[in-house]
């Protein structure tokens, strides 16, 4: 009988730490949407493009509203908006020859390339993975981040979150990103419905993305 009770109580307290505060177990996962895969390009496209959205909801304000950005997944590390603005962006150190006919008087010269979100190709999406006890599951986003490939005379070096955006602040100006739809007959739709329906593909998540720079 005591055997049954403290297997009761074990069971009980696993599922109480397992869970959320609603009852429902919660994995958190994280994945990345790729412009490699088609059926995500409409974050890639010049007017809905995601890198620009974030990159502007974040820093100048976008659709009259403003958001915070993070440095890390846990969300618990604010970016300044000069901080933001140094992401992704560096300087770059080049030879220059003032006279076209002397192949040895130069000098260097630093160069200020600023942070262009137009050329994100990924983006870190990170998800609650949830089911209730009754196996009904469904996937929470939690936030989204452009990732940064960083390069030295354009060869890739590493790749890395430029910073985090918690998705429920961003998702009123996602509700008025309107696109036209070519598969429900020419009808807007807007970007937050692209999440909340799930109109993207996914995929794994490369243990080498380091989340906080």
């Known amino acids: 009988m005591k055997k049954a009770l403290f297997a009761i109580l074990f069971l009980s307290a696993f599922l109480t730490a397992a869970s959320g505060q609603d009852g429902r177990i919660i994995q958190r996962k994280v994945s990345v949407i790729d412009f490699k895969n088609k059926e995500n390009l409409i974050f890639f496209s010049p007017k809905t493009n995601l890198g620009v959205i974030l990159y502007q909801a974040v820093t100048d304000g976008r659709q009259n509203q403003k958001v915070k950005a993070f440095a890390d997944s846990a969300l618990s590390i604010a970016m ?7 992401s992704g962006s560096y300087y770059d150190t080049i030879t220059v020859y003032p006279d076209p006919g002397d192949d ?19 983006f870190l999406i990170i ?3 949830m089911a209730d006890l009754s196996g009904q599951g469904f996937n929470k986003i939690i936030a989204l981040a452009p990732i940064y490939e960083k390069t030295i005379h354009e060869v890739p070096i590493n790749e890395y979150p430029l910073f985090y955006v918690r998705f429920d602040d961003i998702k009123s100006i996602l509700s ?12 807007k ?7 909340l329906q799930r109109m993207f593909k996914t995929s794994g998540y490369d243990k080498g993305y380091t989340l906080v720079r």
């Open 80 to 86: 300044s908006i000069e901080e933001i603005r140094m």
């Open 104 to 122: 040895i008087s130069s000098y260097d010269t630093v160069l200020f390339n600023p942070y262009n979100p137009m050329t994100v190709k990924k």
């Open 189 to 195: 739709q807007n970007m937050l419905d692209v999440f």
């Open 127 to 129: 998800e609650d993975s």
């Open 176 to 187: 008025q990103e309107f696109y036209m739809s070519s598969s429900s007959m020419g009808i």
